[in-house]
């Protein structure tokens, strides 16, 4: 903790803004930054200090933490005049929570190593709940000695942390967890919709499947906390999901791989658009039957 003087967090949606209190609860100042005024108000009501502007924070600041929506939003925070590139100081830690595209990780790891910043990627998991609690799983990129620096930070956010490679690998981490849940999510429903039209209830089947080997986190957690219930409470949100699902599967088609299944997948995710709107809860997508015609790009 000594390292760090000032943590900014960019980014005070659900799960930044969980990560922000839960790095004051564990000692740290913080100073937290969103372009939302609506949700800036949510910030500081909870009891976050807010920068004025990008420039104040990065001077301000020795470790900063990323939770943003894209990547592009990523480089835009990093890159102009304003941006952190220009205004933090070398030696800064970032610490990059964003589901984000690994390519793109790779080329603002270039010009932030270049400045002289310590950079990790450590998208996380375990929703708005895992944030406020400091009880996230994390997908950990970067070297060894940034991520040992980074270590009091991380061990703050995470009781589940698991450094996968080098810069860039937690990203390729954790869109392969997000394609897997995406998969789950739509596999299980096909399945309960047959169990369904065969005479069981998913009620009636679901405990005997979480007994038995066609299990998953998908019908072990999201379906008895949010979809039987009928609650849909996540806090992530189908547009959301749509994104990781295409990064995956762009992905793929970045590495020349031949990948069938997956294509279905992205498919289907990509055709809910027309049914379900990009606010809904992703678990919604159990509820969405695709024609069998494509979808449009």
């Not at 270049?114 to 400091?134: I, Y």
């Not at 970067?142 to 009781?159: H, K, Q, W």
């Amino acid at each position: 903790m000594e390292n760090f003087k000032t943590v900014g967090v960019i980014g005070l949606g659900n799960m930044g803004r969980g990560m922000a209190l839960t790095l004051q609860r564990s000692g740290y100042a913080v100073l937290g930054l969103d372009k939302s005024e609506q949700v800036s108000a949510v910030a500081r009501d909870a009891g976050i200090p807010l920068a004025s502007s990008l420039p104040e924070l990065a001077k301000a600041c020795s470790a900063i933490v990323l939770s943003l929506p894209t990547s592009a939003i990523v480089r835009a925070v990093l890159e102009g005049e304003e941006g952190l590139l220009a205004n933090a100081a070398p030696g800064t830690l970032l610490i990059d929570t964003t589901t984000a595209d690994p390519q793109i990780t790779r080329e603002l790891a270039v010009a932030l190593k270049e400045k002289g910043f310590r950079f990790v990627d450590a998208p996380v998991s375990g929703g708005p709940t895992g944030a406020m609690k400091g009880e996230l799983t994390m997908f950990i990129g970067g070297s060894e000695e940034d991520v040992a620096y980074a270590n009091p930070i991380l061990s703050a956010l995470g009781t589940k942390r698991f450094h996968i490679g080098e810069v860039s690998a937690g990203h390729v981490a954790k869109l392969i967890n997000n394609l897997l849940t995406a998969s789950h999510l739509v596999t299980a429903s096909e399945a309960f919709r047959l169990a369904n039209a065969a005479g069981i209830s998913t009620d009636q089947l679901i405990e005997a499947v979480n007994a038995g080997s066609g299990r998953s986190g998908v019908t072990l957690f999201n379906y008895p906390t949010r979809i039987l219930n009928n609650t849909y409470s996540s806090g992530f949100t189908m547009q959301l999901m749509r994104k990781d699902v295409n990064l995956a599967v762009s992905l793929g088609d970045a590495l020349g791989l031949s990948l069938p299944t997956v294509s279905v997948i992205g498919d289907i995710w990509k055709s809910s658009a027309s049914a379900l709107a990009d606010g809904e809860d992703f678990n919604r997508i159990v509820n969405f039957e695709r024609d069998k015609s494509p979808a449009k790009a």
